[in-house]
């Protein structure tokens, strides 16, 4: 009975924790002042720097010009006085290899400069170009390891920042990733270049259209972060979060999320205090946080950044979750980004808002006022329906790993059909384009004539009416809904973009060719446009994509179903998918495939960790309490059978009850564990190539590892509550 204090004592370390403040009283530093007050921004080098020096750096950042390697002597000088100046002592390249995470290698400014003599030095050198080591990172096969150089080079278009920590500051400078022969091994430079294809397209598709003064074109993201707290006294009781970061094993809590009482319900103290001061280190790294609240299941919450250019969005958003992870620290709670840590309750994803923004500051998802810009918009609408209908596969690959099968199709998340939702003011005027002047073409009668009629008012989906959706219009914008909550929203954005891009060129092919045949710039878009949403419609769906009758209903449309990882990773490596990436200078063949490799690879070891702690909590944790109960339950039969044998009156048979069930469900348990041991020792002996050992994990392993979860979680409704070793769900999601 020793490991009940283990439990007990973490409700009272709870119980004593107080919210902590942040290092910033609003009082006395506004938060404007607070702002960015830890980046190299803009606004710092136009005071820092001379001016043809800003000049030249911002003309590198506005129109893609090369930086001319004089520059960034000047520029490095005065990104060291300025770090310097605010109690920095290293620097380093800060970049995103394919782990999914950040990397960093500290290097102090220290330099001797001869006999006995010290300066603090940062050269332009420093800050264009490092070398790490890069033979630990993951490669997917492009560097082998004798080959084991990597280059970091500077990303002059995301600022650099200080990293602030109890005992100083770290100058960080984001920089891409990749290796001596060239390729990218990294997930920003293919995000970049992504960057680079749609903008052409887009600017060359705005020129046919007549929008001649527009030269550069962005995407905007707004990812949308959802997360739990749990504290941390629970959280360290529990192998499986701290090692796979998800309960492997715990019974369906009594309440759940049926009250819905936690969705937007006031924020405790604590966690607010917390969420206050994720916000503080994030406006001093110049994160625009903007949104909090409580999310649909207990214990979990959303934070919300305004929108910013998609590269610096995706640097954002790394940099929040580590922000959240440290604070949480701080404040005695854990904070899990898992898709699923809990099941049978809502996980978590990441709402990735997208739109795209000329360099005149037009949304070119905002519906315009004239028949003009309304030409425009549903020239790119039309893009992108096509872009997900002809490549849905690819968006459906790109949010595909361990994590996200546990969302991805559960009734709670998109389902891993993609389609798109348009509202029904939308749709409608879709429908009303493909039925051109036919007056009965749709449901008011209507017939929308480009470049004549103007939209109808388009209602905002500000209250998110169908969530259901995977690639939901919201008035705006679109709202991609299948990412997971753990993964960068590079790769994702990366596909989106490159997508879009080559949907843009074929717009612009048509409509070009159409006008080459004699019709009227009018006529043409209107006749590429009718064209092409009568292909591609069956990709809008507006009804609930959570229903039994969508998924008939999209296979009768062709469209397709790729259910989990193991279906969804072989598109990337289609010749199709080569040639599409390859075409638009995004990843060529062997970036791709080293991504595909990579994301079997990882997919495989994720199983596999969560394999042999599943293995492990079970025999040394589980098994030991269910034998502990049932040795007491034996004892009590045996000396209640005897103390009562003179009496005549005994009927033992309910204890016995007891026991028997406990006897059999333990030795189901004993049974599924070496079930799941001998086909790990399979797996580990297999040397079949990558695909079949992915799938040998998702066919087999997973379901005998579900197995021994779902003994083990009958087993903890039964056993003695004080012996039950780890945290339960109705604890660590309500006590905090
Ligand atoms: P909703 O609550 O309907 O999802 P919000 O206006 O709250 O809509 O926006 C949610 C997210 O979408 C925010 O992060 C916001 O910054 C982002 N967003 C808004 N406009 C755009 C845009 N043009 N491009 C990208 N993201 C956007
Ligand atoms: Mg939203």
New binding site residues.
């Given amino acids: 009975m020793k490991m009940v204090n283990g439990r007990r004592g973490a409700i009272q370390t709870i119980q004593s924790r107080q919210p902590m403040a942040s290092s910033i009283d609003y009082r006395r530093t506004p938060v404007s002042e607070v702002f960015g007050s830890n980046v190299f921004s803009r606004a710092v080098m136009r005071t820092l720097l001379p001016k043809a020096a800003y000049r030249a750096l911002t003309r590198c950042l506005d129109q893609g010009e090369r930086l001319d390697p004089s520059l960034a002597d000047i520029v490095a000088n005065a990104m060291k006085d300025w770090a310097l100046a605010r109690g920095a002592t290293h620097f380093t390249h800060w970049f995103q290899p394919m782990t999914g995470l950040t990397a960093e290698k500290h290097d102090s400014f220290l330099v001797s400069a001869g006999e006995d003599e010290w300066i603090l030095e940062f050269s332009g050198k420093n800050l264009i170009q490092g070398e790490p080591d890069a033979s630990s990172f993951p490669s997917g096969g492009i560097r082998s390891t004798f080959e084991a150089r990597g280059y970091t080079g500077w990303d002059p278009t995301s600022p650099a920042f200080l990293m602030d920590s109890i005992n100083g500051k770290t100058l960080c400078i984001p920089t891409v990733f990749c290796a001596f022969s060239g390729h990218a091994l990294d997930k920003k430079t293919p995000l970049l270049r992504s960057l680079e294809a749609i903008s052409k397209q887009a600017v060359r598709l705005m020129h046919v259209l007549g929008n001649k003064e527009v030269s550069r074109v962005t995407c905007?993201?707004?990812?949308?972060q959802e997360y739990f707290l749990i504290d941390e006294a629970f959280y360290l009781l529990r192998p499986d979060l701290i090692n796979a970061g998800r309960c492997l094993f715990g019974a369906k809590p009594p309440k759940g999320q049926e009250m819905e009482d936690h969705y937007w319900g006031s924020i405790k103290e604590r966690v607010l205090a917390f969420m206050m001061d994720t916000e503080c280190e994030l406006y001093k790294l110049g994160v625009p946080v903007?949104?909090r609240h409580n999310e649909v299941a207990p214990g979990q919450f959303e934070v919300?950044?305004?929108?910013e250019p998609s590269n610096v969005a995706t640097d954002h958003n790394m940099l929040l979750m580590e922000v959240f992870r440290r604070t949480a620290q701080k404040h005695g709670f854990r904070c899990l980004f898992h898709e699923k840590p809990f099941t049978g309750i809502n996980g978590s994803g990441k709402?990735n808002?997208?739109?795209l923004?000329d360099d005149r500051g037009s949304?070119l998802?905002e519906p315009g006022h004239t028949p003009h810009e309304n030409e425009q918009f549903l020239v790119f609408l039309t893009a992108i329906i096509r872009a997900i209908d002809t490549h849905g596969k690819l968006l459906r690959a790109s949010v595909a790993f361990a994590g996200n099968d546990h969302r991805l199709g559960a009734n709670e998340a998109p389902p891993a059909i993609m389609s798109i939702y348009l509202g029904d003011t939308l749709a409608e005027v879709v429908e009303g384009l493909i039925a051109g002047k036919v007056e009965s073409g749709n449901k008011s009668g209507k017939s929308i004539e480009i470049g004549v009629s103007t939209l109808p008012e388009l209602p905002?989906?500000?209250?998110?009416r169908n969530r259901t959706s995977p690639f939901a219009f919201?008035?705006?914008?679109f709202?991609f809904r299948a990412v997971g909550a753990s993964q960068s929203i590079a790769f994702p954005n990366t596909v989106l973009n490159t997508i879009v891009a080559e949907s843009l060129e074929y717009m612009t092919g048509k409509i070009e060719e159409a006008t080459r045949k004699g019709l009227s710039l009018n006529k043409a878009v209107e006749a590429v446009v009718r064209e092409t949403l009568t292909q591609h419609q069956r990709v809008v769906f507006n009804g609930d994509n959570y229903s039994d009758e969508w998924h008939k209903e999209a296979q009768r449309r062709g469209l397709p179903n790729l259910r989990n990882t193991v279906e969804a990773l072989p598109i990337l490596v289609e010749p199709q998918s080569k040639e599409l990436f390859g075409r638009y200078g995004v990843l060529n063949e062997e970036e791709l495939v080293s991504r595909y490799n990579v994301m079997l690879e990882s997919y495989c070891k994720t199983i596999n960790v969560e394999v042999q702690l599943t293995i492990n909590i079970a025999t040394t944790m589980i098994l030991p309490a269910a034998i502990d109960y049932q040795g007491r339950v034996a004892a009590t039969i045996s000396t209640t059978v005897q103390a009562l044998q003179k009496n005549g009156r005994l009927d033992s048979s309910t204890h016995e009850k007891v026991l028997l069930d406990l006897c059999e469900k333990i030795s189901k348990l004993k049974f599924s564990i070496d079930q799941l041991e001998s086909l790990s020792k399979e797996a580990e002996h297999s040397n079949g190539d990558l695909y079949a050992h992915t799938k040998f994990y998702q066919q087999k392993i997973i379901p005998a590892m579900n197995a021994v979860r779902a003994i083990s979680d009958e087993l903890e409704l039964i056993v003695d509550d004080s012996v039950w070793p780890l945290p339960k769900f109705r604890e660590m999601l309500y006590i905090y």
């Fill in positions: 905007t993201v707004g990812p949308e903007k949104t919300a950044p305004v929108f709402h808002n997208w739109s923004a949304n998802l905002r989906d500000a209250s998110d919201t008035g705006n914008k709202e």
